[in-house]
Structures are given as structure tokens and as C-alpha cells.
């Protein structure tokens, strides 16, 4: 599987921008996201060193921060999607949020390829 550092937004695409408070839904969605990742990716590399050195504890703590930056990821694009009045970016939110929940700690069962197209929709609506 690619590393998870790959779902932080990339340069936006061209495409059809969000309507409506788009701008400004997208801004927030978009900071969610990239601190939501650093955080996990970062605790991700922790637990994954902890393990390697047989210090379960320190794994653990790593497991719960790495679970809690998805958490609180989720819940701000499912806020931000509360917020929207563009109907797409309103669904796109929601989504995101729907894969978000379904990741874990397990770095094998991460879907990247779902998460970049999602991620590469966002970039087409928050285009600006």
C-alpha cells in the first residue's frame, strides 16, 4: 500500500469550483484534513517503531493518537458538510468522512486508490 502521506490535498485541479460557501467550507475542510493527516501518519510511524522495538505501551499510545486524528478528522468533514450549500461538495464531504470511518491502524487495510479519488474530487470542487 502507498503511505498515507499521500491523501494530504495536492495542488488543486482544475474543475468545477463549489458554490455557495464552498470557498470557505473547502478552506476548513482542507486545514481538517491536513492536520488530521500529519497527526496520523505521524503516530502511525510511532506505534510502527514501538512495535519494531517491543514496547507495547508506547505502541498503544501511538494506536489511540493515530485513531483520535482520524476521529476528529471525520467529525470536522461531516461538520464542514453541515455547513455546505453546494450539494455536491455537501455528498463529497459526507463521503470522505464514510472512508475516514472505515480506516484504521491496520496500514495494510488502508484504501488509498478510494481516498485519492475522493481527495482528487475535493481538489476539483475547491479548485480556486
Known amino acids: 500500500a502507498a503511505t498515507p502521506a499521500s491523501v494530504v ?76 450549500t453546494d450539494p455536491q461538495l455537501k455528498t463529497l464531504l459526507t463521503d470522505l468522512a464514510t472512508e475516514i470511518g472505515r480506516l484504521g491502524t491496520d496500514v495494510d487495510s488502508i484504501d488509498e486508490t478510494e481516498l485519492d479519488r475522493l481527495q482528487q474530487r475535493l481538489d476539483q470542487l475547491c479548485a480556486r
Do not use: F, H
Not at 467550507?25 to 482542507?30: F, L, N, P, S
Not at 505521524?42 to 489511540?64: F, H, P, Q
Open 9 to 84: 490535498p495536492s495542488a488543486a485541479v482544475s474543475g468545477s469550483p463549489a458554490g455557495g460557501n464552498g470557498p470557505q467550507v473547502c478552506a476548513d475542510a482542507e486545514a481538517a484534513s491536513t492536520t488530521a493527516v500529519r497527526t496520523y501518519v505521524e503516530e502511525l510511524g510511532k506505534m510502527i517503531a514501538a512495535v519494531g522495538a517491543n514496547d507495547s505501551a508506547a505502541a498503544e499510545t501511538a494506536r489511540k493518537r493515530a485513531e483520535t486524528a482520524l476521529t476528529t478528522w471525520r467529525a470536522a468533514l461531516r461538520q464542514q458538510s453541515g455547513r455546505a
